[in-house]
């Protein structure tokens, strides 16, 4: 197992995993067990530089089970979708060696070597922004690479999946096509690269975090309760997605924004309208929900052709996904004029990411916020109304690439020594 | 047309009408012209004592004009549904004699006399509580008794239909159904009554009057949206409503509870559920909806059986519908520890209607309410939260009877001497 027998040794990879938000919808299943989706999905990667999981994996003969740390936390791995995806890549796993630290491993020792992940997000795993996809993504990732799994992201992408279903789509940067696939052991449910981020660069993400009080429904019994309870939910898989699918790979091939765009807002908006449709009903947008996607479909309307996407997953952030800067940095002064900050805020971490937004809607200091008129497409003034405080703050982002490795030891997060994390 | 030529007169009828609350909603309309929907629905008539509109209507050979003021502002009768309204009645309009007060006024006569009529609620307009369904039943039913108008209450649905869809459900007390009809000129799409209301005299119904800053979509505008955007309208219209229908009727007639539940509340669901997959998307729920939901839902999973069926319409307003007394005073007291009122709020206009259901749930003042403990289904200390404002106020009510004519004459809204409001 190790050349020098007797002397201990840890060998880590360390790997970044973007985090991504559907624009075509994944809601049902069809197997519980394996995570096979009840229609294709189609979702933009966002820039891991805002958003994304950092994630160490290292093995060692000392190590006497396999265990996880989240976010400097231990976490338990004995659930079936960690232990599926272990197994996978173990099944998977070939002989590794590391001539300079004197390390061979076969392929049938990681039958029995123990592996320690250690595991960040660089955003709060509690925003409900899609933690769970990157996190698994990146696990899948890093242990393939320590592991020399020789498959390509695409196999990759269907272990993944085995985790936790959107994770698939972060196996890949830029826009992405979760295929569904028709084999029962789910072997063709697989993530594809439809363009990647260089492909359509203009287009600027504005993540609202909402505040929320609610308990929101996990998505995984959520989408159970679905399929279980809609009458709406077949129709929307076999009838609607599909043609929407053909559309928006269209729409993405030929950076269509305006057919992009009214089908993101038109699959976020029947994602929802099935939730509610579920029994007991589900609610994830919540009133600040409903008032951005009033003022994104206002300004819309005004300006004749749409200007900016949203989308909504399991909880009441909105993501809205501008045409290019200019509509981004008009979109942020709106967003800012009905959702200025609290008073004692700082408005370097109310407008995080890419700062240059804010530096193009010509936002630099607390007082530009006050001073911001109401958009010109506002014509009634009961729509000039504040609500103050109801967004925690905004990440200003980018569609981004997919998973890498980091080389720089110094950003493991595991001690080399003892395996443990830093 | 008058016995003793020269002398003017007034010949008045005053009726009341009552409004209804929708079970199995209408959401669409295959015949803007006509009102004519795209599925059969179903409806609760509402207690008249509670929720109603009274209207008076008159006749006289001084009237130069048709004119009609409610609430006690003059409005304009020029719109296309009045005057369809109006025509109808007229076509179908006989020979009317009073020998009392020397009248005689021939079918010809109507083509040229004019009316006036005269309309209140007892409930705020602005309240949301359909009241224009209310208002077009008792002006086709008051013009229709004035007029000697033959036909049955299934006649003059199909008229009121054309008024307002909803309108010609008021016709009946009870249970009542909307048949969607066939023909192309709306001949047969006419309100029938399913049952009585005395044939299911244990429910009780609480309306939640929920505060609202926001400007909603009108239904007429938004059901047309819905129809010409929404990919899942049609397979509900085609493929949920027919079924669920014959499983409401089924319920109703056999006073089946928790089936009448369920489908109540799934369909509320669905209906918003087509709304929010409308382009743009229709918000008629707000928060204050979404937690009286929740209340609900908990409540009702607690006891195994549901206690309490939930619907709303075109706004946020809850209507809740209780299996019995008992039910309805456990319902009163969970709305009133989430939903206190403000402190300086009068119990007395805070919950009104029938006030037996407020000593059934034992609260005689605002002391009661502040000393009320949490419902025993929830355990989580986060779900007691308190939303002190959010709901203006509560009427208590019950299924009720169909319109009737006033035959008292103080109660009459116009003056007999002038034709004028009183």
Redesign the interface.
């Known amino acids: 197992m190790a050349a020098e027998s007797g002397k201990s040794w840890v060998l880590a990879v360390t790997a970044q995993t973007p985090t991504n938000i559907a624009v075509i919808k994944y809601w049902g299943k069809r197997d519980e067990e394996l995570i096979l989706p009840i229609n294709d999905s189609i979702s933009v990667t966002l820039d891991p530089d805002h958003l994304c999981t950092t994630t160490s994996v290292a093995v060692s003969p000392a190590f006497t089970h396999d265990r996880m740390w989240l976010n400097g936390k231990e976490v338990s791995l004995s659930g079936g979708r960690y232990q599926n995806c272990l197994r996978e890549l173990r099944s998977r796993a070939s002989d590794v060696e590391d001539e300079q630290k004197g390390i061979k491993i076969t392929k049938k020792d990681w039958e029995k070597l123990h592996v320690h992940i250690v595991s960040y997000n660089n955003f709060p795993t509690a925003a409900g922004l899609a933690s769970s996809a990157a996190g698994l993504a990146c696990l899948v990732f890093s242990l393939a690479k320590l592991m020399n799994v020789k498959d390509d992201h695409s196999r990759l992408s269907a272990i993944a999946r085995q985790g936790s279903g959107s994770a698939c789509r972060s196996l890949y940067g830029g826009f992405v096509k979760w295929i569904m696939g028709k084999e029962e052991n789910g072997s063709d449910s697989i993530a594809v690269q439809l363009a990647d981020e260089k492909h359509w660069d203009d287009l600027v993400i504005i993540i609202a975090v909402v505040s929320s009080?609610?308990?929101e429904t996990s998505s995984t019994s959520g989408m159970r309760e679905t399929v279980e309870t809609s009458?709406?939910i077949e129709?929307?898989a076999k009838?609607?997605v599909p043609k929407r699918i053909v559309k928006m790979e269209e729409a993405i091939k030929n950076r269509d924004f305006p057919a992009f765009a009214?089908l993101t807002?038109?699959d976020s908006?029947?994602f929802?309208?099935?939730c509610?449709?579920?029994?007991?009903?589900i609610?994830y947008m919540?009133?600040t929900s409903?008032r951005i996607?009033s003022c994104v479909?206002k300004w819309n309307?005004s300006e004749g052709t749409p200007q900016v996407a949203y989308t909504f997953d399991a909880g009441p952030n909105a993501v809205l996904i501008s045409h290019n800067r200019k509509a981004a940095a008009l979109l942020l002064q709106r967003l800012l004029f009905y959702f200025p900050p609290q008073a004692d805020a700082d408005l370097n971490s109310y407008v995080i990411g890419d700062k240059t937004i804010l530096q193009d809607a010509g936002i630099q200091n607390m007082k530009d916020i006050d001073t911001l008129t109401p958009p010109p497409e506002v014509k009634?003034n009961?729509?000039t109304?504040k609500y103050r405080g109801d967004v925690s703050y905004f990440i200003c982002t980018r569609p981004g690439r997919g998973p890498v490795v980091l080389t720089d030891e110094s950003r493991s997060l595991i001690n080399p020594e003892t395996g443990l994390p830093k």
């Open positions: 009080r609610q308990k009458m709406l129709h929307r009838e609607v009214r807002c038109a908006n029947q929802h309208a099935v509610l449709d579920t029994s007991p009903p609610f919540n009133d409903h996607i479909e309307r009634d009961t729509q109304q």
